[in-house]
């Protein structure tokens, strides 16, 4: 089941945050259909949001086709975003590279910085978008054994 993290300081909406997570847990196979959504009343402990905003986020997924409301029982997923298969065989090795970088030491906030600027560095060269996740790949893994190449 996914659970969502609320950044109250990001500027972005909490319905659009529910929206965004949810569609990339289906992107990354975490969400399956069939599979059922937290209930309004669990996110809302979890998080301490208003469940307005809940069934706000519940209702845009409705309306794009990803989820299914079904009375007295939830929401359930009704298709995915099929970007899981593609994606498996990096993920691996992003899951593997991750436990390489908490063996190391490094905290959640150092990996996702890490993260962020080499991404930054490779999708974003003289203002163009580059699409080069197995060089990103590369980079992070040098990073993380130190290499200086």
């Known amino acids: 089941m996914v659970e969502y993290r609320i950044d109250r300081h990001s500027g972005v909406a909490t319905y659009v945050q ?6 990339q847990a289906l992107r990354m196979g975490l969400l399956r259909p069939g599979d059922r959504l937290p209930t309004a009343r669990e996110v ?11 069934l706000k986020a519940y209702r845009e997924l409705e309306r794009e086709g990803l989820v299914e409301a ?6 359930f997923v009704r298709r995915s975003l099929g970007a899981a298969t593609a994606d498996a065989a990096l993920r691996a ?5 991750t436990d390489r970088a908490r063996e190391a030491g490094l905290d959640r906030e150092d990996v ?3 993260f962020t600027a080499v991404l930054d560095q490779r999708f974003a060269v ?17 990073n993380l054994q130190g290499d200086p190449s």
Not at 70 to 75: A, K, P, Q, S
């Open 70 to 75: 079904r009375r007295g029982l939830g929401t």
């Open 126 to 142: 003289n203002g163009t978008r580059r699409d080069t996740e197995q060089t990103a790949h590369t980079e992070l893994t040098e």
């Open 18 to 23: 529910i929206v965004q997570q949810t569609k």
């Open 44 to 54: 809302v402990e979890a998080t301490a949001i208003n469940p307005n905003t809940v």
């Open 93 to 97: 090795e992003l899951e593997t590279w």
């Open 112 to 114: 996702a910085a890490l």
